[in-house]
């Protein structure tokens, strides 16, 4: 399997702030990494896919880069409603796999 | 717009046969997609279990070792999901979501049930 971690596992900020959480993949992915953002008691929602593409009606405050083996998500400008825990996905592999997640809370 | 809805018994003994249905609306079963399941533990966090086509072929994740079986019924939009042999680790939230396109990414998903295995 492919290994995914992610960094920090959790993190605490303000509203506006920029905040930035990183994807690892244990093997080169290529492109096919995901983002998903998760809030309590719900499903996770699709929010970038192959690497740095934004998700129909995702906003433009979210935005994601890298290839290979190195993944980054950011969030330009944290809004009250993006406290949340995120998850990178590979796709690359037939078994798709999920990282550990990170969790943003309130400073 | 697509919606996914996971159905079945909240609760399961040890040893027994885990069964969940995902009622898909607002799109074809048959259409050129991949559907899937995947769990949520705390301790393991988000699991892929596996793929059905609506040609029935399949994909499954090996450390599930041969537990689990996919089907679909066209006539009824719906998919299911069995998983035999249960234990106390297999107890998670399990969603059912569509997969789409090519790199390909969980775009849809069920809202979730709770499965509990205890005797």
């Known amino acids: 399997d492919i290994q995914m971690t992610q960094s920090p596992s959790s993190l605490s900020a303000s509203v506006g702030d920029r905040v930035t959480i990183t994807c690892r993949a244990s093997?080169?992915?290529?492109?096919?990494l995901n983002w998903y953002q998760q809030k309590p008691g719900k499903a996770p929602k699709l929010l970038i896919f192959a690497a740095s593409n934004l998700q129909s009606g995702v906003p433009s405050r979210f935005g994601g880069s890298g290839s290979g083996t190195d993944f980054t998500l950011t969030i330009s400008s944290l809004q009250p409603e993006d406290f949340a825990t995120y998850y990178c996905q590979q796709s690359y592999s037939m078994s798709s796999t999920f990282g550990p997640g990170t969790k943003v809370d309130l400073k | 717009q697509v919606q996914l809805q996971e159905s079945g018994p909240g609760l399961v003994k040890p040893s027994g046969t885990l069964s969940l249905t995902c009622a898909v609306s607002?799109?074809?079963?048959?259409?050129?997609?991949?559907w899937s399941w995947v769990r949520q533990t705390p301790g393991k966090g988000l699991e892929w279990i596996g793929e059905?086509?609506?040609?029935?072929?399949?994909n499954y994740n090996p450390s599930l070792k041969g537990r689990v079986t996919m089907s679909v019924d066209k006539s009824k939009n719906h998919f299911s999901l069995n998983l035999s042999s249960v234990t106390a680790a297999d107890t998670a939230v399990y969603y059912c979501?569509?997969?789409?396109?090519?790199?390909?990414?969980?775009?849809?998903w069920g809202q979730g049930i709770l499965v509990t295995v205890s005797s």
């Open positions: 607002g799109a074809s079963i048959s259409s050129s997609h991949w």
């Open positions: 979501a569509r997969m789409l396109g090519s790199p390909s990414r969980f775009d849809n």
């Open positions: 059905i086509f609506h040609s029935a072929s399949t």
């Open positions: 093997q080169d992915i290529s492109d096919y």
